[in-house]
């Protein structure tokens, strides 16, 4: 079985632009959450979809925005790109909302912004 | 609102050796606790999931328990290998606020052969 997968792996972007990253869950994990994680420091949570609804908003701006599709999987939109926005981006799925089953993360996808 | 804590941040040790990492939450209303294994650069891979009825869960050389009333876990490694090398992660699924986990810094380990 595929675990979840996440792309881009890698991308460079300059300050200002917008950046689309993109999950797909394990078959049949119904919940999508995505964190960033800078370096040295542990993940932080952004967003949780369930069933293509919002769940859950961490404390990020308003330039981060994200959605879930019918088929489950997730795009993360960030808007005027900063440099601190510079980290590894994480996707989880699980089988059930908030954190009641096991999640499962993607390899990441590390953004640099110069 | 949930914090959870790592120590040490990081542990150099030869190898063979067992070893400990712990994990505390200052918030006792959980769900779960998850460990993960995080190579350098790469994502998260789920080492063990303790459900918050639970004591403890093992997995080969990896043992992991919770302490829910006193907000404390470990997770014990027997006979450390170079492999084992990695930073680890302790997550909490809490009951309160709307995130799904909330992790500590992690513990960076090193096992010198």
């Known amino acids: 079985d595929a675990g979840v997968t996440q792309s881009p792996t890698h991308l460079i972007k300059t300050r200002g632009q917008q950046v689309t990253l993109r999950c797909s869950p394990i078959s049949g994990h119904k919940s999508v959450s995505w964190y960033q994680q800078v370096l040295g420091q542990g993940p932080q949570f952004i967003f949780q979809?369930?069933?293509?609804?919002?769940?859950g908003r961490g404390n990020f701006p308003d330039r981060f925005s994200a959605r879930q599709f019918p088929n489950y999987s997730s795009e993360l939109n960030v808007n005027a790109l900063l440099l601190g926005d510079s980290a590894l981006y994480l996707c989880?799925?699980?089988?059930?909302?908030?954190?009641?089953?096991?999640?499962?993360f993607g390899q990441g996808t590390r953004l640099t912004v110069v | 609102k949930q914090e959870v804590t790592q120590i040490p941040a990081a542990l150099s040790v030869p190898e063979g050796e067992n070893l400990v990492l712990n994990c505390s939450f200052t918030d006792s209303a959980i769900y779960n606790l998850q460990w993960f294994r995080q190579d350098p650069g790469k994502g998260l891979t789920s080492l063990l999931l303790i459900q918050s009825s639970q004591r403890e869960q093992t997995s080969g050389r990896l043992n992991a328990s919770l302490d829910k009333s006193s907000g404390r876990s470990t997770l014990y490694i027997a006979a450390s290998q170079p492999g084992d090398s990695a930073t680890y992660l302790c997550?909490?699924?809490?009951?309160?606020?709307?995130?799904?986990?909330?992790f500590g810094k992690g513990t960076r380990l090193s096992v010198i052969a």
């Open positions: 997550a909490v699924g809490s009951l309160s606020g709307n995130t799904p986990l909330v």
């Open positions: 979809y369930y069933e293509k609804e919002e769940r």
């Open positions: 989880a799925s699980s089988l059930q909302d908030r954190g009641l089953t096991e999640a499962f």
